[in-house]
Structure formats: C-alpha cells, structure tokens
C-alpha cells in the first residue's frame, strides 16, 4: 500500500495481560521501525528490520518485548503481560532504506493498560 | 541524555507571517536531519530534510537551515497558514545508508493566528 497501516488503533488491556500490535509497511519499502511515544511529546525508538530481519533493537526492553516482520504478514510488537508504564501510542514507520532517509509513519495504535 | 533539544515548546505566529523553529543537538555523528509535522491523532508526517553536507534546503514555503559548527538548525515556514498549526519534531540519524533509527526533539507547538 502506499501507507503504513497500523491495527488497532486503540488498545486496552489490564495489567499483566498481553498486547499485540500490528504494522503493514509501504509496499517496496526494506525498513521497518518500531517507535513508542510516551509523555510530554518524546519518541523513543524500540527495534528495526531489514525485510525479516532484525536489524537494531538496541531500543527494545530485555523483558517482556518482542517484535517480528515475517514474509507476506504484517510485523508485529508485542508485549507480554503489560505493566501500567507501558501506556503508550506505539508508531510504526517504513523507509526504502539505500540512502533514501525518510522514515514514513502510522497512524499509531494507543495502549492504555489498566 | 536529550541529543536533539527543542528548546521552545510552543510558538505563536500571525498568519501570512514567518515561522521559525530552532533545533539543537549535541551528537556530532548526526549526519541527517528532518522534520515532522503531527496533527493529533496522527503520526508525523515526513516535511523536509538535510544532509549535513548542505546548509539550506527549501520545498515551496518551507525552508530548513543547518549550521554544524553550531550544532543549530532551524525550520523557516513562509508565508504561515492556519493549516500549519500542528506540532513540529525535529529528528537526525545517524550513518549514510538510509536505515538508521531516528532521534527526536520533544516538539515545538505552533499556533498560527489568523
């Protein structure tokens, strides 16, 4: 497609259950990059792919975060068994990668755990 | 650490006047800078970039300086529209291949006064 589609867009889960979003990149793009928006504005950067493959995850917690982009599904980040501090809007973003920089974004999807 | 600041969290401006926003940051590995306009409810939306080889790049009204030895860029809109009331992000990353995670500024409120 020619935009980055997120589901759903909004989530609510109690403490300690689990969470699963899902992310469709722009057709062609290589990249895909997870992002968590908390507070008072700030982006925090999670976990990347190349196609399939992890390719940063410096961001992403050692703990209860994972997060794949398997051929011909949607990538997904998940998070298991949610703590309050995970309330977020999780935005995912594609890129063509190959010096194009351009990171183009979701329209997010909103936890709040309760 | 916050290495990209955006020290003005909002910003009012007459319509049909000029806009502009400061950006700071204090990684010099940062080679590539954008900008992000976000409406609420909605991701951000790419607007223009830089290469730290280039000190000016203009797309119609809008126009992005960077100083390196500074460590400064700025967004100049003109003329400013109503419609341009949204938040504005600063990002840079980092490398030359277009695949890197992006860092952001904690946004500028823009208000455009008609």
């Known amino acids: 497609g020619e935009e980055v589609a997120q589901t759903p867009k909004h989530l609510v889960r109690g403490e300690g259950q689990k969470a699963k979003l899902y992310c469709a990149p722009i057709k062609g793009h290589s990249y895909v990059f997870w992002y968590q928006q908390v507070l008072k504005n700030e982006f925090k950067f999670l976990i990347s792919?190349?196609?399939?493959?992890?390719?940063?995850e410096t961001g992403m917690p050692k703990e209860r975060f994972s997060a794949k982009c398997l051929p011909n599904s949607p990538c997904s980040l998940e998070i298991q068994a949610t703590k309050l501090e995970d309330s977020a809007v999780y935005f995912c973003a594609s890129s063509f990668g190959r010096s194009s920089y351009e990171q183009y974004f979701g329209p997010g999807t909103r936890l709040t755990v309760t | 650490d916050q290495q990209v600041k955006q020290n003005s969290p909002s910003l009012s401006v007459q319509e049909g006047r000029i806009s502009i926003l400061n950006c700071d940051y204090t990684n010099s590995m940062f080679d590539y800078f954008l900008w992000y306009k976000k409406y609420p409810a909605e991701g951000p939306t790419f607007l223009i970039s830089?290469?730290?080889?280039?000190d000016k790049n203009e797309d119609g009204r809008f126009t992005v300086f960077l100083n390196k030895s500074a460590k400064h860029l700025s967004l100049h809109i003109v003329p400013s529209q109503p419609g341009d009331s949204a938040v504005y992000f600063c990002?840079?990353?980092?490398?030359?291949?277009?695949?890197?995670?992006?860092?952001f500024g904690t946004g500028t409120r823009l208000t455009i006064i008609p």
């Open positions: 792919f190349q196609n399939e493959n992890v390719f940063d």
């Open positions: 830089i290469s730290s080889i280039k």
């Open positions: 990002a840079a990353s980092e490398g030359n291949f277009g695949n890197e995670k992006l860092t």
